[in-house]
């Protein structure tokens, strides 16, 4: 299966370039969101430029060496592969305010582990969405910086929360891979109201660290509430 699996990801290499794909992104967005308000900051140059980077790195590798192509996927099976996450998740130079205007966190210093982990594996960040103030209300993606996101479905209604902005922007096809945090059901509602599916990771096997509107935990503690997951069709 694993094989198969990079197999997988070696035909998609030859497909499609990483800059083809964020370009699709960057489209796809520019025409929802308008309408749904779900991006709340971007860093679309600066992902243009890690995707021809990765294209870079692809056309080195010589096609004529399976092996060679094989290990690139094992290493980084993510490689060029965009993905957003929430406004309350940091992404190092974009806000993280967490939809609360006197937040001193304005700009993250630094990437979340989640999103280092992703960078790690080749996936390319391009923005952050909306959700609610500090991640605290379920019903709607509304808070006084962002303004409100609303439903693909039905512009009238609420996408849900607080991961309303990333599900919204999942439903629509804007990106292929989204990043949510989930206490009680912040992920899980939203993707319920776009009609997408969510899982809540258990707790400890993915870091919350730079993902807590209120602070990153002490060294050690596990949070049995929190936790990192992910939003798909």
């Not at 006197?102 to 080749?122: F, I, Q």
Request: aromatic share 4%; glycine share 10%; charged share 15%.
């Amino acid at each position: 299966m694993k094989t198969t699996f990079l197999c997988f990801n070696v035909k998609i290499y030859t497909q499609i370039t990483a800059e083809q794909l964020v370009v699709a992104c960057l489209s796809r967005i520019s025409e929802i969101q308008p309408l749904l308000n779900c991006v709340a900051a971007h860093r679309f140059a600066a992902a243009l430029e890690d995707a021809r980077r990765v294209d870079r790195i692809i056309a080195s590798v010589s096609p004529t060496s399976p092996d060679a192509m094989l290990e690139l996927a094992k290493e980084t099976p993510l490689l060029g592969v965009p993905f957003s996450a929430e406004e309350g998740i940091r992404v190092h130079g974009l806000p993280h305010t967490c939809g609360v205007p006197s937040s001193p966190r304005s700009v993250a210093p630094s990437d979340s582990d989640a999103v280092r982990r992703l960078r790690e594996a080749g996936a390319i960040p391009l923005c952050v969405t909306n959700g609610s103030e500090l991640g605290l209300w379920w019903g709607e993606a509304s808070n006084a910086v962002y303004g409100t996101t609303r439903n693909p479905y039905d512009t009238r209604r609420s996408p849900g929360g607080s991961s309303g902005g990333e599900c919204a922007l999942q439903s629509c096809a804007g990106v292929p891979l989204s990043l949510c945090s989930d206490s009680m059901g912040s992920l899980r509602t939203s993707a319920h109201f776009c009609g997408l599916f969510a899982h809540k990771v258990s707790p400890g096997l993915v870091s919350v660290r730079g993902a807590r509107a209120l602070g990153d935990p002490s060294p050690g503690h596990v949070s049995q509430t929190q936790s990192i997951g992910t939003a798909s069709r």
